[in-house]
């Protein structure tokens, strides 16, 4: 060993060069990890950047600080009038009574006061229809679904407006009130025991036999039951009339939207296949109104519709402003919806309609079994985002004289306790828009991440 | 097909239903109802409309154009006098919807620039006060927020008296906006022909500079050169020219303020709100098209060894526009319709001025919802024909 390294040694003596230094190692980077790692890298990476994270920071401190101060700092909660709100805090912070006060004239409208437990219990019925779409271990999900889209206009009808029911209205009624009964029903025997209502009644009961045929005569007796208790009740129902000029608020905003939202997706489905339709004529129909409607806002077609329908029904019909209203916001959205399942529609590859007609399916079949959901899979998140333009849409029917939520909370201002008090309504009601909107549009996401996992590795 | 597959016919029972399952004459059959249907709709609707008309003896024809309207109008952009013709009350709504749609499409592709490049920024703070930006903004109404812009905060301005105001020449009030005029003296058409040669300079420049790039690889300076064109040969020929601009400038006298230019609080209100709005759904456009680059685009650019700056400008944004374009132009469609909400806070745009105000005047339904739809058909015409024409122009040519 020693004789090794005298050689070596005796080697490096030998040459004139300057022996090898290693440069002194470089600092660590910074860290990346942890908190101050995580810090460092998405705030303070460079000069600039941290100039922009301060300057990011201020805003927010500054948008909140005004935004809390005025609404819950300084703001004042109980008080007579603006008056008092004025006196003791000045401009510097909300008003909150007259909210308060407005509260529900904002959310009902005019509604008799004694009168409003029939919109609350419409919205009860309605959560309670929709809740057995989220249980697991309900099947029959797309029926439900439909059934809502389909009944509940029915019964709501009458419960939004009452008075005096004729033959045709009580059969419609109880239709809705059959189909909630059905939903309940059948959401209640399936996560018992997996069986429809109708199955579950027959095996109940143990008539109808072995074979099919004999069966389904027990469903659709059991079925039927359920519709003439629906029809003894509805009779037995009793509700005074409530004029739509009365309708207002919130109540009326989702009633319109609601309205456009079901009557548009059937109709969009509709004009998007005419539109696509190999047959002239009707691919020309359907282009038209479609562009017709899309190239226009909404208010002219809102105004449009408020002239120009009087002068088209027979002499001495009357048509409400409400109608008036429902039937252009339903037409100007069928419009927008064809195009988004149109777009829907064109994403299918082509081997898809090929394969559905090689296996004998016809043209509705195709479209409905094979094409359609997968097309209105894909167009999820542009539909939902068509329903939120709806809803954010159905405050132009302010203008044309109805009192929706918009409407309301500029009379809050204009109500004589409360005179020039708009921000705080404004700030209120643009709350309640934000988180509807908001929740859609985030279920929305969620709805579609759900859907596509069966294409993710 | 059908007809030859049908086994022996049994009957002129199943010779009908093999016609009828031909798909050419079903085909045919379909299109007759479905005609047959439409045009008895707009027969019964044409009918009941005349006879209503006849009844309420309102007539339809176009001749109330020539007619004075008798009403005078709060805004307008061309010149227009109480007394004037319908005619030229369609054309000021037109041409004060085109001021809005105009001055909202700038500010909102501005604003939306700066939002959407926020939204992909490195930074967490920026990156998430430009998406909170967005997602509240985007998910309340259009009109709620006119309205507030409007009410909650133009009118509630202090009067006149105690205006805003800064340097003496800006003053906001609740009267609106009032800015320094300017008046033209002699001599501004040398500055116009100056400002005209500086474009035109600047435009050949940028294209030659562009030219040498793609045929040597050159690079030249662009930004500096064109500024300079752009604003050295006017201020030049000011100067010579001896102020052919001076500034009328707003005055205080008595309640109210004389001279000066003033915007309305609905022409601010409209156009903030407006442009707001817009920006989310633009800034939303933008960060989508730079995202749907291929990160191996700025790999290779990087590998490459192109500055960051230059593979944005050079590298992602022109991939980027082909997706970023289509709907952004239809946002400027958008923009246009929306510009209809002016009604709401009594800005005089066609709807206010010519949907409502002529309509209630005149009575003359028919004319002049046509002439409304008409205008906002042939504005969206417009716009998807020069659509199709870009998006045929960027198609991407494989061999």
Do not use: H
Not at chain 1, 118 to 137: D, E, H, K, S, T
Not at chain 2, 85 to 97: D, E, H, Q, S, W
Not at chain 2, 120 to 126: A, P
Not at chain 2, 129 to 143: D, F, H, Q
């Amino acid at each position: 060993m020693d004789e090794v390294l005298s050689r070596d040694s005796a080697a490096v003596e030998q040459l004139p060069a300057e022996i090898f230094k290693p440069k002194p190692a470089r600092a660590a980077p910074p860290s990346t990890l942890g908190v101050q790692g995580w810090v460092r890298q998405n705030m303070f990476s460079s000069i600039p950047n941290a100039l922009v994270t301060v300057l990011g920071i201020w805003i927010v401190y500054a948008f909140f600080d005004t935004i809390l101060t005025w609404a819950v700092g300084n703001a004042v909660w109980e008080a007579e009038n603006r008056r008092q709100c004025l006196d003791l805090v000045g401009r510097s912070g909300a008003c909150w009574p007259g909210v308060i006060a407005w509260i529900p004239n904002l959310i009902y409208g005019l509604y008799p006061k004694d009168q409003v437990w029939r919109i609350n219990l419409a919205g009860v019925i309605l959560l309670l229809w929709a809740l057995p779409l989220w249980l697991p271990r309900v099947q029959s999900k797309v029926q439900i679904g439909l059934s809502l889209v389909l009944l509940f206009p029915l019964l709501a009808s009458y419960l939004f407006l009452g008075g005096e029911k004729g033959v045709i209205w009580s059969a419609l009624i109880a239709l809705g009130l059959a189909g909630f009964l059905w939903t309940l029903l059948t959401a209640a025997t399936e996560t018992i025991s997996g069986l429809s209502f109708g199955r579950y009644a027959v095996a109940a009961i143990g008539f109808g036999g072995d074979n099919d045929p004999a069966r389904r005569n027990g469903q659709i007796a059991a079925l039927l039951a359920l519709y003439v208790v629906a029809l003894i009740a509805v009779q037995a129902m009793s509700l005074s009339f409530v004029a739509t000029r009365a309708w207002g608020g919130l109540f009326l905003t989702l009633v319109i939207s609601g309205i456009g939202i079901a009557f548009s997706l059937p109709a969009g489905i509709v004009l998007a296949l005419g539109r696509r339709s190999r047959m002239p004529l009707i691919s020309m129909l359907s282009t038209t109104f479609i562009e017709l409607f899309r190239s226009v806002p909404l208010i002219t077609i809102l105004f449009t519709f408020n002239t120009m329908l009087p002068l088209f029904l027979p002499v001495g019909v009357e048509v409400n402003q409400l109608l008036r209203a429902i039937v252009a916001v339903c037409l100007f959205s069928s419009a927008y919806m064809a195009e988004v399942i149109r777009g829907g529609l064109q994403a299918i590859p082509r081997g898809q309609y090929e394969a559905a007609s090689a296996m004998g399916l016809g043209f509705w079949q195709s479209t409905g079994l094979v094409i359609m959901p997968q097309a209105l899979k894909i167009m999820i998140p542009t539909i939902v985002g068509n329903f939120i333009g709806l809803f954010k849409d159905t405050t132009l029917v302010s203008i044309v004289g109805l009192f929706d939520l918009l409407s309301m909370s500029r009379a809050v201002g204009e109500d004589t306790r409360w005179l020039g008090l708009f921000l705080e309504p404004f700030f209120f009601i643009t709350m309640i828009y934000f988180v509807v909107c908001f929740t859609m549009s985030q279920y929305s996401l969620n709805l579609e991440q759900r859907l596509s996992a069966g294409e993710r590795r | 097909m059908a007809l030859l597959d049908s086994p022996a016919p049994a009957g002129s029972g199943a010779r009908l239903m093999a016609v009828l399952n031909n798909a050419t004459v079903r085909s045919v059959v379909y299109q007759a109802l479905t005609l047959a249907c439409v045009v008895l709709l707009f027969w019964y609707l044409i009918s009941n409309t005349i006879e209503n008309m006849s009844q309420r003896g309102m007539s339809a024809g176009f001749d109330f154009l020539g007619v004075s309207a008798g009403f005078g109008i709060g805004f307008t952009l061309i010149p227009y006098r109480e007394g004037d013709t319908y005619l030229r009350v369609f054309m000021v709504g037109i041409a004060n919807t085109m001021l809005v749609a105009v001055v909202a499409i700038v500010l909102s592709t501005v604003l939306g620039l700066i939002v959407g490049l926020a939204r992909l920024s490195n930074n967490w703070v920026i990156r998430n006060v430009a998406r909170w930006y967005i997602e509240v903004l985007r998910n309340t109404p259009l009109l709620l927020q006119i309205i507030a812009w409007y009410f909650g905060v133009f009118t509630l301005l202090p009067r006149p008296r105690d205006s805003i105001g800064w340097v003496d020449s800006i003053f906001l009030n609740n009267r609106g906006l009032y800015l320094p005029a300017p008046v033209i003296a002699d001599g501004f058409g040398t500055v116009l022909a100056a400002a005209v040669l500086g474009l035109a300079g600047a435009f050949a420049w940028a294209r030659f500079a562009r030219k040498e790039r793609e045929n040597s690889g050159r690079i030249r300076p662009v930004v500096l050169p064109v500024l300079a064109l752009l604003v050295l040969p006017p201020l030049l020929a000011t100067l010579l020219a001896g102020a052919p601009v001076s500034w009328d400038m707003p005055q205080l006298r008595g309640f109210n303020f004389v001279g000066g230019l003033n915007i309305p609080p609905s022409f601010c209100a409209l156009i903030i709100a407006l442009s707001i709005y817009t920006s989310c759904f633009i800034g939303e456009n933008v960060r989508s098209g730079v995202q749907s680059v291929s990160r191996g685009q700025t790999e290779a650019a990087r590998a490459l060894g192109v500055p960051p700056g230059r593979t944005m400008r050079s590298i992602i944004l022109p991939q980027a526009l082909r997706v970023i374009i289509p709907p952004l132009i239809s946002q400027y469609l958008n923009v246009t319709k929306n510009s209809s909400l002016a009604i709401a806070i009594g800005f005089p745009d066609l709807v206010s001025v010519w949907m409502n105000t002529s309509l209630n005047q005149s009575g003359r339904a028919i004319p002049i919802v046509a002439m409304t739809m008409g205008f906002y058909c042939l504005v969206s015409l417009a716009v998807s024909l020069a659509m199709n024409r870009y998006n045929r122009s960027i198609l991407i040519r494989e061999r």
